[in-house]
């Protein structure tokens, strides 16, 4: 089995899209996985054309034959190389051959790897040492260093390959052991699935499973846990829920998060809370959401709702490249110091890390103004769901609960990874029709975050008055216990079938024979009572002896005396026995 490079890239995302790719499955719509294809064959394309001018055309040279017989090329750059040994597959963006600094040393072969992301990740450092594994092979020698261009800027970075080497070769042999295998790996969604064309398979099939890794934020560690239990679904984990009250230490730390109360939320379609806290909305309500490109750490679009309800004004500032970015963010500062008494309210901590990293770059407002009142006092409302609020969702994110309040967007962009999309088309095309999509998404978000802050503040609300739709609408931790069906009490139980009675005396018996007990007597053991024994203390010393210092060893009239190199006193130690003095002990430490 030829292990190939997408095939190991797959494995360092996910063991289904690897093996899957190894079986040749077709893949289904994915517009992130179809567009990040495409951007990058197109970005690989530029760097070949820039890498090509910076060589003259007689150092060129197309696909040329590589292996350990061809000692000396000629050439000094390489593209669209393929490298292929038994069991090793890769085809090299570019190859670089740098020739020895001294007469008849051998050359030295670097690889490129080309990356339209801005940020170079470790699995994008471990492609790279993959081709140079195979590339090693080829070759018969070792590869020690190699070249990654990313980013619009074509920024090269040169990696040390060496402490990599083995980490591939260790991934190589767990991939031939996983694609020989006849069935798939168990199925584990993860967070690379929004970004694989197999996402609409798998995520159908783990519904069908009702399986663990549908609860986002559960770890492996924890899914290895309940499997040792015997627990494998959603479902089943439902029914694990036990409240529990929180001891005097614990009390001043944060909620733990229940995945089982998740779980139940789910299995009952209800809302489930351990304690509903006031968001503190007072004064004029401004709902945040902003949109940028991660991996440039570049923010171009602020949009902000203010008020509530049908009179409530919305604001967009959008900025065209990474020059507009302080433009935007001082109009965001000019419109909350128009706003009387402003709240700004956002979800998550994206907008909290923006923010921050706003002020540190362009500067925030002057001390005590209403706008730096207002970042000081910035709500985040997935503060008061998460470990407070269980909602019936997969996860906490701001598209699954304002869906589960009755929310909807409507057109495309519907995601954060289709806004990311957008944007790219957009620089590409300046199309005003993706511009409008944009702005009418991140409008529809700060809506979302609305309705979410204002089912929390209801919450609350009726939680104080102690309304009676509240109940009904809500399950309180703390009252799960009386109506869960799961006995709470000491006593016999009482089962359905009457085989399982019998089984449980059966062990019941088998429990007692395992003691033995015998009567020496009319009074048995077993029916004295034990009588309660005083708790014993050391005893309260009665006699002071000092002891004066000694000068000089009693046996050889020695003065050198020493212990662990240093100078000093004899050492003498008191040895007790249970109830009082035992013996005086004195040691010599005497280094000559």
Same mark, same amino acid.
């Given at each position: 089995?030829?292990?190939?490079?997408?095939?190991?890239?797959?494995?360092?995302?996910?063991?289904?899209?690897?093996?899957?790719?190894?079986?040749?499955?077709?893949?289904?719509?994915?517009?992130?996985?179809?567009?990040?294809?495409?951007?990058?064959?197109?970005?690989?394309?530029?760097?070949?054309?820039?890498?090509?001018?910076?060589?003259?055309?007689?150092?060129?040279?197309?696909?040329?034959?590589?292996?350990?017989?061809?000692?000396?090329?000629?050439?000094?750059?390489?593209?669209?190389?393929?490298?292929?040994?038994?069991?090793?597959?890769?085809?090299?963006?570019?190859?670089?051959?740098?020739?020895?600094?001294?007469?008849?040393?051998?050359?030295?072969?670097?690889?490129?790897?080309?990356?339209?992301?801005?940020?170079?990740?470790?699995?994008?450092?471990?492609?790279?040492?993959?081709?140079?594994?195979?590339?090693?092979?080829?070759?018969?020698?070792?590869?020690?260093?190699?070249?990654?261009?990313?980013?619009?800027?074509?920024?090269?970075?040169?990696?040390?390959?060496?402490?990599?080497?083995?980490?591939?070769?260790?991934?190589?042999?767990?991939?031939?052991?996983?694609?020989?295998?006849?069935?798939?790996?168990?199925?584990?969604?993860?967070?690379?699935?929004?970004?694989?064309?197999?996402?609409?398979?798998?995520?159908?099939?783990?519904?069908?499973?009702?399986?663990?890794?549908?609860?986002?934020?559960?770890?492996?560690?924890?899914?290895?846990?309940?499997?040792?239990?015997?627990?494998?679904?959603?479902?089943?984990?439902?029914?694990?829920? =036990?409240?529990?009250?929180?001891?005097?230490?614990?009390?001043?730390?944060?909620?733990?998060?229940?995945?089982?109360?998740?779980?139940?939320?789910?299995?009952?379609?209800?809302?489930?809370?351990?304690?509903?806290?006031?968001?503190?909305?007072?004064?004029?309500?401004?709902?945040?959401?902003?949109?940028?490109?991660?991996?440039?750490?570049?923010?171009?679009?602020?949009?902000?709702?203010?008020?509530?309800?049908?009179?409530?004004?919305?604001?967009?500032?959008?900025?065209?490249?990474?020059?507009?970015?302080?433009?935007?963010?001082?109009?965001?500062?000019?419109?909350?110091?128009?706003?009387?008494?402003?709240?700004?309210?956002?979800?998550?901590?994206?907008?909290?890390?923006?923010?921050?990293?706003?002020?540190?770059?362009?500067?925030?407002?002057?001390?005590?103004?209403?706008?730096?009142?207002?970042?000081?006092?910035?709500?985040?409302?997935?503060?008061?769901?998460?470990?407070?609020?269980?909602?019936?969702?997969?996860?906490?994110?701001?598209?699954?609960?304002?869906?589960?309040?009755?929310?909807?967007?409507?057109?495309?962009?519907?995601?954060?990874?289709?806004?990311?999309?957008?944007?790219?088309?957009?620089?590409?095309?300046?199309?005003?029709?993706?511009?409008?999509?944009?702005?009418?998404?991140?409008?529809?978000?700060?809506?979302?975050?609305?309705?979410?802050?204002?089912?929390?503040?209801?919450?609350?609300?009726?939680?104080?008055?102690?309304?009676?739709?509240?109940?009904?609408?809500?399950?309180?931790?703390?009252?799960?216990?009386?109506?869960?069906?799961?006995?709470?009490?000491?006593?016999?139980?009482?089962?359905?079938?009457?085989?399982?009675?019998?089984?449980?005396?059966?062990?019941?018996?088998?429990?007692?024979?395992?003691?033995?007990?015998?009567?020496?007597?009319?009074?048995?053991?077993?029916?004295?009572?034990?009588?309660? =024994?005083?708790? =014993?203390?050391?005893?309260?010393?009665?006699?002071?002896?000092?002891?004066?210092?000694?000068?000089?060893?009693?046996?050889?009239?020695?003065?050198?005396?020493?212990?662990?190199?240093?100078?000093?006193?004899?050492? =003498?130690?008191?040895?007790?026995?249970?109830?009082?003095?035992?013996?005086?002990?004195?040691?010599?430490?005497?280094?000559?």
């Amino acid at each position: 089995m030829i292990v190939s490079s997408p095939l190991f890239g797959a494995f360092l995302e996910c063991l289904t899209k690897c093996w899957l790719r190894s079986r040749d499955e077709p893949r289904a719509g994915n517009d992130y996985a179809e567009w990040a294809r495409l951007r990058e064959t197109t970005y690989s394309e530029d760097c070949l054309t820039y890498l090509r001018m910076t060589f003259p055309e007689c150092d060129r040279v197309e696909s040329p034959p590589i292996s350990r017989h061809v000692r000396s090329p000629t050439w000094r750059l390489a593209t669209d190389v393929l490298l292929q040994t038994n069991r090793l597959e890769s085809r090299l963006h570019a190859l670089a051959r740098k020739p020895s600094e001294r007469r008849g040393g051998q050359a030295q072969f670097i690889p490129y790897r080309f990356q339209f992301s801005n940020q170079v990740a470790k699995n994008d450092k471990l492609l790279l040492a993959f081709d140079a594994l195979v590339l090693a092979e080829t070759l018969g020698c070792a590869v020690r260093f190699g070249n990654i261009v990313h980013g619009p800027g074509r920024t090269m970075r040169k990696v040390n390959l060496s402490p990599l080497i083995k980490e591939v070769s260790k991934q190589i042999a767990n991939i031939v052991a996983l694609i020989t295998e006849n069935s798939p790996p168990d199925l584990v969604l993860n967070a690379h699935c929004t970004r694989c064309e197999f996402q609409d398979r798998c995520y159908n099939l783990a519904k069908q499973k009702d399986d663990l890794s549908l609860l986002s934020g559960m770890s492996e560690k924890d899914r290895r846990t309940l499997h040792g239990k015997g627990i494998f679904t959603v479902t089943q984990l439902s029914y694990t829920f =036990r409240p529990r009250r929180r001891r005097r230490q614990s009390r001043g730390k944060g909620e733990r998060f229940h995945h089982s109360l998740r779980a139940l939320a789910i299995r009952e379609n209800k809302i489930h809370a351990v304690d509903i806290i006031d968001p503190k909305l007072d004064g004029t309500p401004v709902y945040l959401d902003v949109e940028g490109v991660p991996d440039r750490d570049f923010y171009y679009l602020i949009g902000i709702r203010v008020g509530s309800g049908r009179h409530a004004v919305r604001y967009s500032f959008w900025a065209d490249d990474e020059q507009g970015e302080r433009c935007i963010w001082n109009s965001l500062l000019d419109a909350l110091s128009n706003i009387p008494d402003p709240r700004l309210v956002h979800f998550g901590r994206y907008e909290t890390t923006f923010l921050k990293r706003m002020c540190i770059r362009y500067g925030g407002p002057d001390q005590g103004s209403v706008a730096a009142i207002a970042i000081e006092r910035a709500v985040n409302v997935l503060s008061f769901v998460y470990a407070h609020i269980y909602f019936p969702t997969f996860s906490n994110g701001l598209k699954e609960i304002a869906g589960y309040l009755g929310f909807r967007w409507s057109g495309s962009p519907a995601s954060g990874l289709e806004a990311i999309v957008s944007r790219h088309r957009w620089e590409a095309s300046r199309d005003p029709s993706l511009k409008q999509a944009l702005l009418d998404y991140n409008s529809q978000d700060c809506d979302a975050l609305e309705v979410v802050a204002s089912r929390i503040t209801d919450l609350h609300r009726a939680k104080s008055t102690d309304c009676e739709s509240f109940h009904s609408e809500v399950i309180h931790a703390s009252e799960i216990k009386s109506e869960s069906p799961f006995p709470f009490r000491f006593g016999p139980n009482s089962f359905v079938l009457p085989e399982l009675e019998i089984i449980n005396r059966a062990a019941y018996w088998d429990y007692q024979r395992e003691r033995v007990y015998i009567k020496t007597g009319i009074n048995s053991p077993r029916g004295r009572q034990r009588a309660s =024994r005083p708790r =014993r203390t050391a005893p309260a010393p009665n006699t002071t002896i000092e002891c004066s210092r000694v000068i000089c060893c009693p046996t050889c009239k020695s003065n050198l005396i020493y212990r662990h190199g240093r100078r000093t006193k004899i050492e =003498r130690d008191l040895r007790f026995m249970r109830h009082g003095l035992k013996r005086w002990i004195t040691r010599y430490v005497i280094q000559r």
